[in-house]
């Protein structure tokens, strides 16, 4: 099956820097690549996505590039705000498949 | 815009003791996904439902059995509870057999066992 590896498990950044979550993944069928945000006692909340036909995705503050031949994705954000502070999880799915394996999570600090 | 509903949101449950955790997709939603967070971890899959029917299974236990209903709500049901089903479990529904897009999860639910 999937395995998805997620680092750095921890990053803090001054306000304003930019932040950058890294994701490698083994199984070259998928071809989804989605990261949500995670609140203290919520759930995870998707913010940006990418599909194998794409290499870059941005919105915002927030982009996502992806490295099919490396099987590696990443998040970066730029401008951090202190409300950017969470855990981050990257997440893959396999075509064939319908539920996410999710990488073991980032926890972002923005110090002010 | 309606999101997926879980109840309740804490549970405190003693060892052997069973639970019952309540999900309500998204409306027209028709897949739903259970996922397990323990402490510190990554959601862990553990069973999803697609047209009321068993899709996937993920590392569910033995006892724990999930059932999804005509109005497309699931029920996660957690029996002889042990110290370690404590976690935030979550909900997430989507559309379709073959989701092509990430899944929208609920607030989740506590629970603790004491």
């Known amino acids: 099956g999937e395995n998805v590896e997620q680092h750095p498990s921890t990053l803090s950044v001054q306000e304003g820097d930019s932040a950058v979550i890294k994701c490698t993944y083994s199984?070259?069928?998928?071809?989804?690549f989605p990261w949500y945000k995670q609140e203290l006692g919520k759930g995870p909340q998707l913010i940006i996505d990418?599909?194998?036909?794409?290499g870059e995705k941005k919105d915002q503050r927030i982009a996502v590039t992806l490295n099919k031949t490396a099987k590696h994705f990443s998040l970066h954000i730029t401008e951090t705000q202190p409300e950017d502070s969470a855990v981050y999880f990257c997440?893959?799915?396999?075509?064939?498949?319908?539920?996410?394996?999710f990488g073991s999570g980032t926890q972002l600090t923005v110090l002010p | 815009a309606a999101g997926v509903i879980q109840s309740p949101r804490h549970l405190i449950k003693e060892k052997r003791e069973t639970a019952t955790l309540k999900c309500y997709p998204i409306?027209?939603?028709?897949?739903v996904y259970w996922y397990q967070q323990g402490p510190g971890q990554d959601p862990q899959f553990l069973i999803s439902?697609?047209?009321?029917?068993?899709?996937d299974k993920g590392s569910i236990p033995d006892r724990f059995s999930a059932q999804q209903f005509s109005d497309y709500h699931s029920e996660l049901n957690m029996s002889s509870l042990e110290l370690g089903d404590s976690a935030l479990y979550f909900c997430?529904?989507?559309?379709?057999?073959?989701?092509?897009?990430?899944?929208?999860f609920g607030s989740g639910t506590r629970l603790t066992v004491v």
């Open positions: 199984d070259s069928a998928s071809n989804y």
């Open positions: 997430a529904s989507s559309l379709g057999r073959y989701p092509t897009d990430g899944y929208t």
């Open positions: 997440a893959a799915r396999p075509g064939s498949a319908r539920q996410l394996t």
């Open positions: 409306p027209r939603h028709d897949t």
């Open positions: 439902f697609y047209e009321k029917m068993q899709s």
């Open positions: 990418i599909r194998s036909n794409v």
